[in-house]
């Protein structure tokens, strides 16, 4: 997959480590509206972070593995989405996905998470996309509420952020059950 359109002026593309320059200036420019969220956002404060950060999804997906995209609009790039895991083997794989704060609002995560749902089930038959948020974030909630999965149960403090949190996991499964 070279690109993917999502939505008038928006692309999804595999987010490689060569682009790791266009990532961190991503990350300078929103991080900060991430950070609550999501620990890398912080931890990624130079370019060789960003491009160490983008090698280690490369590496895994060239063992069939977590792979990661970016969302470009009107050609800057302004979110993205990944496999966190992503077992062929088993056919279990969760994603999450991140969006700068002023393309929020337009369907795009919706929309590209489908994307990668369907080549999920469709393509890679596999059998369980997961999605698991904070019990607080109510937009990243809201994101698997509109994907139509089903909210399985809460892993009780199971997430660090500063404080912990309570996570909430989300799934669509294939065979319904
Ligand atoms: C989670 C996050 C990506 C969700 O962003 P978002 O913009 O709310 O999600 P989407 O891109 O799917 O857009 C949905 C919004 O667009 C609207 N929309 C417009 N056209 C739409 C379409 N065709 N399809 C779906 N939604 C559409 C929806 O009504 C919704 O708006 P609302 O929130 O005002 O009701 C974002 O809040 C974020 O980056 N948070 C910080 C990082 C994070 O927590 N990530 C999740 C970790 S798992």
């Given amino acids: 997959m070279l690109s993917h359109p999502v939505a008038e002026g928006a692309e999804l593309r595999a987010l490689e480590p060569w682009r790791a320059e266009e990532f961190y200036e991503f ?12 620990p890398w956002a912080t931890d990624i404060d130079d370019v060789a972070k960003a491009a160490l950060w983008l090698q280690g999804y490369a590496d895994d997906q060239a063992r069939d593995g977590r792979r990661v995209y970016g969302i470009w609009l009107d050609g800057l790039l302004v ?10 083997r088993t056919g279990n794989c969760s994603l999450g996905a991140w969006l700068a ?11 590209a998470v489908r994307l990668m749902t369907e080549w999920a089930f469709d393509t890679r038959g596999m059998s369980r996309v997961e999605w698991s948020a904070a019990t607080g974030n109510i937009r990243s909630i809201a994101v698997a509420k509109r994907l ?6 809460v892993l009780r403090s199971a997430l660090t952020l ?7 996991v989300w799934s669509l499964v294939t065979d319904g059950g």
Wanted: hydrophobic share 35%; proline share 4%.
């Fill in 27 to 38: 990350v300078v420019r929103s991080g900060s509206h991430l950070a609550p969220w999501m």
């Fill in 79 to 88: 979110g993205g989405a990944g496999f966190a895991t992503f077992d062929a």
């Fill in 101 to 111: 704060p002023e393309a929020r609002g337009r369907g795009l995560v919706t929309r």
């Fill in 148 to 153: 139509g999965m089903e909210r399985e149960g």
């Fill in 162 to 168: 500063g404080i912990r949190h309570d996570v909430e």
